[in-house]
């Protein structure tokens, strides 16, 4: 894999894009990325996708271009993961009341594999994916859907106004 940037992406971020007026040229191009194999998502993801209407109808025709093989997902070092976030970061759990809820297994396929988790969550946030990333023994790391779509060049420039001053201070 070498240097290569691997993303996985929240459903938090892929519904925020709806809300671009570019936002069919955003959606073609991380189609096209998760086509090459650098953004992926877990299989929980698109079930979220599902309660955000038809709006993400489209999306589902290219599901098995962002979604990672059952076996990427569910092999033993990514359960490993999976219970450690038991442990140490239960409340993405109680975040939403699932038992298969998509943040454990987003934290944990990115801790295993070592991708760049894109979510919008709040990093002040001690209850949310940005604290579960920064857990030591989960560590990965954890950028918003703006910083994404900036260093993958959608963006070719962030508005200062709109960084969080938190997340700008906080230790890398």
């Known amino acids: 894999m070498g240097d290569q940037i691997i993303y996985l992406i929240d459903t938090d971020v892929l519904v925020a894009i709806r809300s671009k007026k570019d936002s069919n040229k955003l959606y073609n191009h991380l189609i096209r990325m998760a086509t090459d194999g650098d953004l992926k998502t877990v299989r929980q993801v698109f ?11 489209f999306l589902f025709g290219h599901k098995s271009k962002f979604v990672i093989p059952v ?13 450690l976030i038991k442990k140490k970061a239960n409340y993405l759990y109680e975040q939403t009341g699932s038992k298969d809820a998509a943040d454990p297994w987003l934290v944990a396929v ?8 894109v979510t919008n969550e709040r990093r002040e946030s001690p209850k949310r994916i940005p604290a579960a990333c920064q857990v030591p023994e989960l560590r990965c790391r954890c950028i918003s859907g703006p910083h994404f779509l900036h260093e993958v060049g959608l963006v070719p420039q962030i508005n200062p106004a709109h960084i969080s001053p938190a997340a700008f201070f906080a230790d890398p």
């Open 47 to 57: 079930d979220e996708l599902e309660t955000f209407g038809e709006g993400y109808r």
């Open 110 to 117: 990115a801790s295993t594999y070592r991708y760049v988790l």
């Open 71 to 83: 076996g990427e997902q569910y092999c033993g070092a990514v359960q490993e993961k999976i219970e």
